[in-house]
């Protein structure tokens, strides 16, 4: 069987010099890692902000960055000026990877990566349509590594932050289809995220959903009559409040494409 690190690293020497586009999550930070570690290639790391972009996501991009020795560059993601984007409709991602690859394309010359996964495939990914039309490249999918694996990879190396984070996709994907992109509501989004994340256990699945009827809270693998999901709405309800916000309730987590169809 082969060694599905051994695998990555061929996909990423493939390539003189990678772009690799770096959000915060499990995926893009162990490919970053490994590649800066262990790749022949020249790698440099790209991070976007902008609202939909979690603030401590940004925070764990520089702490790697600091601690590996990455060459790491901060900039503004700019799909915020792209009135498509802002109108959400269902292939919004579209939009969104677009002006990030434009905005990566207009730093290096070199390629292009994502830490896109075999699961993203199986997925409703208009990110990946962006990406083809950009060059952009995907070492884990063309390794054949799935989720699973990648979290194999980062507990291996001991990125024990990264091998159990939850899955954290953009806070513009909470946002219903058809409701436009707002920078206070993806605010809200973050807040009642991270402090709910401070009263259930480590690793549950937290959603906070804008829909057109108000504010819906998901959460995954717990017992919804159980006190800590009990504290969580409640908590929930008081913010909800305080930013003057009808919130719907509690319902178990689903997968984001499925809320945004």
Request: proline share 6%.
């Amino acid at each position: 069987m082969s060694d599905p690190q051994a695998e990555l690293l061929r996909a990423i020497d493939r390539h003189e010099e990678l772009a690799i586009a770096v959000s915060g999550g499990v995926d893009s930070m162990t490919l970053a890692y490994l590649a800066h570690r262990f790749a022949r290639a020249r790698v440099r790391m790209v991070h976007a902000v902008s609202p939909a972009v979690p603030p401590l996501a940004t925070a764990r991009v520089e702490t790697h960055a600091a601690r590996h020795g990455w060459q790491l560059e901060v900039v503004g993601a700019g799909e915020f000026d792209d009135p498509a984007y802002r109108a959400n409709p269902a292939n919004r991602c579209y939009f969104c990877k677009t002006n990030l690859y434009a905005r990566i394309r207009g730093l290096t010359s070199g390629t292009i990566a994502s830490g896109a996964n075999l699961d993203d495939l199986a997925d409703y990914r208009p990110g990946l349509t962006a990406a083809a039309e950009h060059g952009v490249v995907h070492p884990f999918v063309e390794a054949g590594i799935a989720k699973a694996g990648i979290r194999r990879l980062a507990a291996r190396h001991g990125l024990d932050d990264l091998a159990e984070l939850p899955a954290q996709p953009c806070l513009a994907s909470r946002i219903e289809t058809g409701i436009a992109i707002d920078a206070g509501d993806l605010a809200f989004v973050d807040q009642v995220e991270r402090e709910l994340a401070d009263l259930l256990p480590a690793g549950t699945t937290i959603r906070c959903r804008i829909t057109h009827e108000g504010a819906l809270i998901e959460l995954g693998a717990l017992d919804p009559a159980g006190e800590p999901t009990a504290r969580a709405l409640a908590h929930a309800a008081e913010l909800a409040r305080a930013a003057g916000r009808p919130l719907l309730g509690l319902r178990p987590y689903r997968q984001g494409s499925a809320f945004l169809r």
